[in-house]
């Protein structure tokens, strides 16, 4: 019984690390650096809406 729950403390650990350490977008970031976050975002979702049209029709 002590294995096992030792097994399931190690593989959260695991994947708690796995989830500290995975790869973070920061698209906000991305945006501040051109200094126009609204407009960026609303740009993408401009495009993103015509391309779900585009796919749709």
Do not use: P, R
Request: aromatic share 4%.
């Amino acid at each position: 019984m002590k294995k096992i729950f030792a097994m399931l403390l190690v593989l959260g650990m695991v994947a708690s690390m796995f989830v500290a350490c995975g790869d973070k977008k920061d698209e906000e970031a991305t945006d501040a650096a051109t200094g126009d976050t609204a407009a960026a975002t609303e740009a993408a979702t401009e495009a993103d809406t015509a391309a779900d049209a585009e796919t749709a029709a």
